[in-house]
């Protein structure tokens, strides 16, 4: 029990090493996130000379704790129990809040996912450390190993760097797509400490009775998103938007508005209620650019917008605007992408 | 005995006049009007619907300045039963772990309490931990992210969306339940309430009154500090025009820049 009381600076933070993240998993599977989390965990450790720990709880962990050292991994804390199988506050942060009691991290990362949030402020409180959520840029000051915990504020407009000086571990969480999935290290050789744990009965009062599986189009994970809006003008325009979609090998995105109104499932959404993207290309067609969904797209690699009006808001956001009818220029632009493919397709063969 | 159901609430600038001070880079207060939080809304009228069923005792409470009292009777009006604004000129400049830490002792000041709501998160922090902190200070079991919620006989089950699906759980009280933005239609207040709400009016607490160390709370009561602020700097992106005579082209220059690539199609 954390009890009423101040946080306390840590005695001595020269003495909190190494860097810890927790691996958010469901159904005992890493999620993106959690590669993410092993990404920018690596990075900063690494800049220090540090140690990445990986922190992993579920049922059963051995083959993901296998994965998380190909991802870069130096060590990977597992505790292993039947009760751990699902994501519950309690077991998850009594156990996390131990590991980092004993081990002294300098930073603890955790990703800004649902789950995310509902662990890290237990722990910090837990831990009396500092906490700075939401991350979009993480670094680490290589003199003082002082992290640098960067924030969207005041609707997006601004970045806010915040600072943990004196309580340890200094933690953060980051936000969900911002962060690259690392490549695989070509010689893993992290260790694995895995331990069976028993979880105290009176933290597992909270019954998981369902769990009803969105068929989610992961967007995130897309290397094109072909995305409509209010400007498509009715449910049928998202038929235009699929067969551009398909024809590029890209997912059919959405507005908050477009879902809204029905015509297509939120599954689809992108921006701050749905899902942040950065795709290699993003195609907006007939979305005006409302900053709820800038900020869900606007890391896009290529951004193309496609709108009637030359002063929307999106072309500020895009590489190349098409100003024209989209009920003209999605089949037009389809017929030229399949001409330029017949020319490219022999070639390709080669 | 009646269920005792806590809601907090929050004071925050209307987001959609935000306005920020070029010099300071912080928020102009004075330029900018205060709202409730909305997701707070919703949590208070998760509340009196429990209110409704089962019969409870609601009682608001918020950490802010005094103006936070608009926002307080706004509440009394909707049909909460008391409210309690803790209010001191130490709390000013608190990061998530004081303002959990004030709330948590502001409650346990209050005495016994069975459900705590909250909204999922504020408007203009965004950090979603504040929930979290006051349950584990409270040393309590918690329910973030419901977009339902029901009470019967010393369970609380509900709907948490989660980014793969959703998940119904069922916890026994006492549980801090935070409840997503949009998830209800809160009511509106009616003007016997309004007038009955101003004659009632709301408590102020100070650190004295709530049994807090000056040093424990507000700024320096908090780990965290802003460093800086600065404006988010988009990339300058070229907005080339092409036309439907150009589409061509630019198909040809998706696929020789490698935007797209035949091989994954």
Same mark, same amino acid.
């Given at each position: 029990m954390a009890g009423i009381k101040m946080a306390t600076p840590a005695a001595k933070p020269e003495e909190y090493k190494n860097v810890f993240v927790f691996l958010e998993t469901r159904e005992d599977k890493l999620v993106r996130p959690a590669l993410e989390m092993i990404g920018v965990g690596k990075r900063i450790a690494d800049k220090v000379g540090e140690k990445l720990y990986c922190l992993l709880l579920g049922g059963n962990i051995k083959d993901e704790a296998k994965e998380a050292v190909s991802y870069g991994c130096d060590i990977v804390l597992g505790a292993e129990s039947p009760d751990l199988s699902v994501y519950r506050t309690l077991p998850y942060s009594k156990i996390i809040s131990d590991f980092v009691k004993e081990e002294k991290p300098n930073i603890f990362l955790i990703p800004a996912t649902r789950n995310g949030r509902d662990l890290a402020s237990r722990i910090a409180v837990s831990c009396e450390a500092g906490v700075t959520a939401d991350c979009t840029e993480l670094d680490i000051e290589q003199d003082t190993r002082i992290l640098s915990a960067n924030r969207p504020t005041y609707g997006e407009s601004m970045l806010a760097e915040i600072l943990c000086k004196k309580h340890r571990p200094q933690m953060a969480t980051a936000r969900a797509g911002i962060f690259p999935v690392p490549d695989r290290v070509k010689s893993p050789k992290g260790e694995i400490r895995i331990n069976s744990v028993k979880v105290d009965k009176s933290l597992l009062k909270k019954e998981v009775l369902e769990f009803k599986k969105k068929n989610a189009v992961d967007l995130t994970a897309a290397k094109v998103v072909v995305s409509g809006g209010m400007g498509l003008g009715k449910a049928d325009g998202f038929k235009l938007i699929e067969e551009l979609a398909s024809e590029i090998g890209g997912v059919v995105g959405s507005t908050r508005p477009a879902a809204d109104m029905g015509w297509?499932?939120? &599954?689809h959404q992108v921006g701050q209620t749905g899902q942040t993207v950065r795709p290699r290309l993003y195609v907006a067609a007939g979305i005006s650019g409302k900053i709820q969904h800038i900020m869900g797209m606007k890391n896009s690699e290529t951004i193309i917008a496609i709108n009637t &009006?030359?002063?929307?808001?999106i072309i500020k956001y895009s590489d190349y605007v098409i100003n024209a009818d989209l009920y003209e220029a999605i089949p037009a632009l389809v017929n030229s992408i399949r001409e330029e493919k017949k020319k490219l397709a022999p070639a390709a063969g080669k | 005995m009646v269920l005792e159901i806590i809601v907090m609430v929050k004071q925050v600038p209307d987001s959609q006049e935000v306005v920020i001070d070029p010099v300071t880079m912080n928020l102009n207060r004075s330029l900018t009007r205060n709202v409730t939080n909305s997701a707070d809304e919703n949590a208070l009228e998760a509340a009196l619907r429990i209110k409704d069923k089962v019969g409870a005792n609601v009682t608001v409470i918020s950490m802010g300045p005094p103006q936070a009292e608009t926002t307080m009777i706004e509440c009394l009006a909707r049909g909460a039963d008391r409210a309690i604004l803790a209010s001191d000129r130490f709390f000013g400049g608190a990061d998530t772990y004081p303002t959990g830490l004030t709330i948590a002792a502001t409650i346990s000041k209050i005495g016994k309490f069975d459900i705590i709501f909250a909204g999922e998160e504020s408007s203009d922090s965004s950090t979603g931990h504040v929930g979290p902190g006051v349950a584990e200070f409270l040393n309590i079991d918690q329910i973030t992210y419901a977009s339902s919620v029901d009470y019967e006989d010393g369970y609380v089950t509900a709907d948490r969306e989660l980014e793969g699906g959703t998940e119904t759980v069922r916890v026994p009280t006492p549980v801090l339940v935070t409840v997503l933005l949009n998830s209800n239609s809160p009511r509106m207040q009616t003007l016997r309430r309004k007038i009955d709400a101003v004659k009632k009016g709301m408590e102020v607490w100070d650190h004295d009154k709530i049994g807090l160390q000056p040093e424990w709370v507000g700024v320096r009561g908090s780990p965290t500090i802003v460093r800086k602020m600065r404006p988010i700097k988009e990339r300058e992106r070229a907005a080339k025009k092409i036309d439907v005579a150009g589409l061509g082209d630019l198909a040809r220059e998706l696929y020789e820049k490698k935007i797209l690539k035949l091989e994954e199609e």
């Open positions: 297509i499932s939120r &599954d &009006d030359p002063n929307a808001e | -």
